[in-house]
């Protein structure tokens, strides 16, 4: 059975603490070596992972590149559209054959079930690069930055403000394999999946909800935004109308501890749902978070890749 990485409630949390290890360790262990250079220990070395994407990207694409390309190995990257998939094959082939060229398999999906369904018919490692339901990868990223800024994940508080979308799904599994607090606050009809709310606090997870953003924010040691308007939605007026409320502003950013971080998995859209100021400013730890992209996916595609 491959290792795959699409949904953290389904991987151990002793895993996911080994990657947010080996995520530090082979960061600082790079220093000041060139981006392209390989690492000494070449884990990837004579491995291709195969990126397929359905929808747009910049982070996922060019950091999972990088990575493989940090650890010895190689990628083929392809939208659906370039492939037969874009056509009609089914994924199910699709899992197949390129199971047969290739030693893992990272998707960028509409649709979770996609994903799922390749991870089904691979038989090489598949990498959750963001479906519908969630992200995966942009949370062991973001955890990363947290380690870094010398928070202790545990019993930290997290609050989320705004849609609760793909990505707050993901920090909720890993408030359960982490153990920090999350406050979400989402406005009436943007609330986080009832069904993996309810996993994520069966598996353990201390999680909030309001409506009211200031609550969520009061005294975080953390507080998140992301886009109003996700790949996907449709009603992006609607959702800016909405939502418009929920924006990150220095104001909220007052009501939550002097020190706490502001995090983003970009791309942003400043006066959306969050103000310039709080993104461009102090607290900001979006860019350090991108590029942590980079180094938590090489210890996941390290994960993935052992016995
Ligand atoms: N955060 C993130 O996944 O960015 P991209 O959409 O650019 O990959
Ligand atoms: N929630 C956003 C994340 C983008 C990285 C989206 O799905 O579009």
Redesign the pocket.
Known sequence: MPKHFLHLADIPASDLRDILDEAHVRKSARGAMPKGAIDKDSPAAGHTLAMIFEK??????FSFDMAMRQLGGSSITATSHDMQLGRGETVEDTAIVLSRFVDGIML?ANSHETLVSLAQNATVPVIN??TDLN?PC?IMADLQTLEERGRTLKGLELAWVGDGNNVAVSFMHAAAKFGFHLRIATPKGYEVSGQELARARGDGANITTTQIARDAAKDADVVIADTFVSMGDKDADLRLTDLAPYEVTEALMERAQKDALFLH???AHRGEEVAASVIDGPQSAVFDE?EN?LHAQKAILKWCFSS
């Open positions: 747009s990207s910049t982070r996922t694409r960028r690069g963001l992200h942009q998995c970009l791309p991108a992209r």
